[in-house]
């Protein structure tokens, strides 16, 4: 068998036009325009990278987009001052701060002090538990991405077997909720799990979000399951040949093995090109939902759960 390749980035157009399209109803119907601010404190280059592209799609989806570039040695009384300050901002509609923090920062604190209505990550606790008690609620981006693919592929999710391979509380807990929301019968493997190709091999869905590279090969697949790779690793690729400074140019590959998986599932996301686009069009989605709830209007129907 040959799986059908899960194209995350088409799907993540048509959700951004989607989002272009409520934001528009927003506009015209309420004369409110929904804003987003990122908040990114120091370094780290692919947050960076991250943080552009979401002030990019905000923007081209009509959407108002506050960044906040912080240095650093930013102190925690700072950042905490500025939530506040975009708590209190009715323009503000989401509140994301890009993870990770410098170790310095506290960011369970940090994120418990963003107000749960405009938390478009969905990672504040209060989100948390709605989520956990099958409560409306804002529900973390990658999950929400990864479920609204899956709906595409299968028919009803109810009754199939769900494994999540990772236990983190950006992926993996959130995920297994939203499967577990759908009916789906679930299983959260992890470090720790006994015999975890066994476990695997039982699974209608394969959710692998555990950050390291091709772990999951395509024996372990059930022929015909649905593989959903969140990962995102970099890793060397001798074979591009060096960069200028003579170092291994590298690529990007996912928590599963591609290829040999491919083989065997009935569908699969590929890495780059999978979830990750997802991960951004959901944002836009949530900021949108947000705004619409705290306007009192309707909510568009397929961007929230
Ligand atoms: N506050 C948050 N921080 C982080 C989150 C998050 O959801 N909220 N997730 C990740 C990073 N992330 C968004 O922030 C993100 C990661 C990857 C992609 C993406 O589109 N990846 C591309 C490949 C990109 C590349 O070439 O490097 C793909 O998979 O095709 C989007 C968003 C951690 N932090």
Avoid at 68 to 96: F, S, Y
Avoid at 196 to 201: C, K, P, S
Wanted: hydrophobic share 40%; with cysteine; proline share 6%.
């Amino acid at each position: 068998m040959t799986a059908r390749i899960i194209d995350g980035k088409a799907f993540a157009e048509t959700l951004r036009g989607r989002v272009a399209q409520e934001v528009t109803r927003l506009k015209d119907g309420l004369g409110v325009t929904p804003g987003l601010a990122v908040v990114l404190v120091g370094d780290d280059p692919a947050s960076h990278v991250y943080v552009r592209n979401k002030h990019k799609a905000t923007v081209e989806a009509g959407m108002q987009s506050f960044e906040h570039r912080l240095a650093e040695d930013t102190t925690e009384q700072e950042l905490m001052g500025l939530i506040d300050q975009l708590n209190a901002d009715p323009e503000v509609h989401g509140i994301l701060v890009q993870l990770p923090l410098p170790d310095h920062l506290d960011s369970d604190l940090v994120i418990n002090a963003i107000d749960p209505s405009k938390d478009v990550d969905g990672f504040h606790i209060s989100n948390v538990g709605l989520l956990g008690t099958g409560q409306k609620s804002m529900v973390p981006c990658t999950p929400l991405g990864c479920l609204l693919m899956l709906r595409d592929v299968h028919d009803s999710l109810s009754g199939l077997n769900a494994v999540v391979i990772g236990r983190s509380n950006i992926v993996g807990k959130p995920m297994a909720q939203l499967l577990l929301g759908e009916s789906c019968t679930v299983t959260i493997a992890h470090s720790r799990t006994k015999d975890l190709a066994e476990v695997v091999r039982g699974a209608d869905i394969v959710v692998a979000a555990v950050g390291r590279p091709k772990m999951v090969p395509g024996d372990w697949i059930k022929p015909g399951a649905t593989v959903i790779d969140v990962g995102i690793n970099r890793i060397d690729a001798p074979e591009k040949g060096l960069r200028e400074d003579g170092t291994v140019k590298t690529r990007l590959v996912g928590d599963v093995d591609f290829d040999s998986c491919a083989e065997v599932a009935g569908a699969i996301t590929p890495v780059p090109g999978g979830v990750g686009p997802m991960t951004i069009a959901c944002l836009l989605a949530n900021t949108v939902t947000a705004c619409c709830r705290a306007n009192g209007f309707p909510e568009p129907e397929g961007l929230a759960v």
